[in-house]
C-alpha cells in the first residue's frame, strides 16, 4: 500500500531536549516535506526537499532541521524544542507523475507538546 | 505572498442537501490547485486535483472548480452524507512546475451533515 508514515504519532517532551520526528514513504517520490498545523493559522511549510541531499527552507523553518541522505526518508529534527514548537507535525511527498504533477499525499501526522 | 482564504469557516447542513465550499488566492500564478479532507486526529486526504490549465475535475460525488483570473476554486458535494463531515482544505501549488510541490494552504471549511 502506497503510503507516508511518520513516527512517533504522538510526543510530549520538556523544552530543550532534543527529539526527531521519522518520515518515511514508499512511492518512491523525489519530493517530500514538512507542515506544521495550528488553529487559526491553518497548515505551513517548515522544510522541503526536492531530492537526495536537497533540501531548502519553507515559510516557517526557525528552529528546525532536516536531512535527506536517503529518497524514502525525511526526518524533521528539533535540536532544542520550545513549547511554541508544540503544535500537529504533516509530513507529505508529491508524485511526478505527468497526469497528477504536484499531487501531495500526506502522513497521519504527529502530535507534538512541548512542556 | 500568496494567500488563501475559505468561506464558510464552517457549514452545518441536512443530510442530501448539495452544498458549494469556497476558495479564494491573492496570486492567480499557480500552477495548480488541490482540494484535500481532514478527518479529527487524522492526516489529509487528497480529493481533487486541478492543474492551472484545467478549469474542472470531478470525482465520484465531488466536483471543483478552478477560475484562475478571479483567483477563486469551489468544491461543489453533491447528495451529502454524514460520512462527508470533515474539515475540507484548499491548497494552491505555486506558480512553476520546479516548485508547484509548495503549497499554501486555507484554513478549511469544517462541514457537519447532519442526519
Known amino acids: 500500500e502506497a503510503q507516508v508514515t511518520q513516527n512517533p504519532r504522538y510526543l510530549i517532551t520538556v523544552t530543550g531536549k532534543k527529539l526527531t520526528v521519522t518520515c518515511s514513504q514508499n512511492m518512491n517520490h523525489e519530493y517530500m516535506s514538512w507542515y506544521r498545523q495550528d488553529p487559526g493559522l491553518g497548515l505551513r511549510q517548515i522544510y522541503y526537499?526536492?531530492?537526495?541531499?536537497?533540501?531548502d527552507k519553507g515559510d516557517v523553518p526557525e528552529g528546525y532541521k532536516v536531512s535527506r541522505k536517503e529518497k524514502r526518508n525525511f526526518p524533521l529534527i528539533l535540536e532544542s524544542p520550545s513549547p511554541n514548537q508544540t503544535s500537529l507535525y504533516f509530513c507529505?511527498?508529491?508524485?511526478?507523475?505527468?497526469?497528477?504533477?504536484?499531487?501531495?499525499?500526506f502522513g497521519p501526522g504527529t502530535r507534538l507538546t512541548v512542556t | 505572498k500568496q494567500e488563501v482564504t475559505q468561506i464558510p469557516a464552517a457549514l452545518s447542513v441536512p443530510e442530501g442537501e448539495n452544498l458549494v465550499l469556497n476558495c479564494s488566492f491573492t496570486d492567480s500564478a499557480i500552477y495548480n490547485l488541490q482540494w484535500f479532507r481532514q478527518d479529527p486526529g487524522k492526516g489529509l486526504t487528497s480529493l481533487l486535483l486541478i492543474q492551472s490549465s484545467q478549469r474542472e475535475q470531478t470525482s465520484g460525488r465531488l466536483n471543483a472548480s478552478l477560475d484562475k483570473s478571479s483567483g477563486r476554486s469551489t468544491l461543489y458535494i453533491a447528495a451529502s452524507q454524514p460520512g462527508d463531515s470533515a474539515t475540507y482544505l484548499c491548497a494552491v501549488g505555486k506558480g512553476s512546475s520546479g516548485s508547484a510541490r509548495q503549497l499554501t494552504f486555507g484554513s478549511g471549511t469544517q462541514l457537519t451533515v447532519l442526519p
Open positions: 507529505a511527498s508529491c508524485s511526478r507523475g505527468t497526469t497528477r504533477l504536484g499531487e501531495q499525499y
Open positions: 526537499s526536492m531530492n537526495v541531499e536537497v533540501t
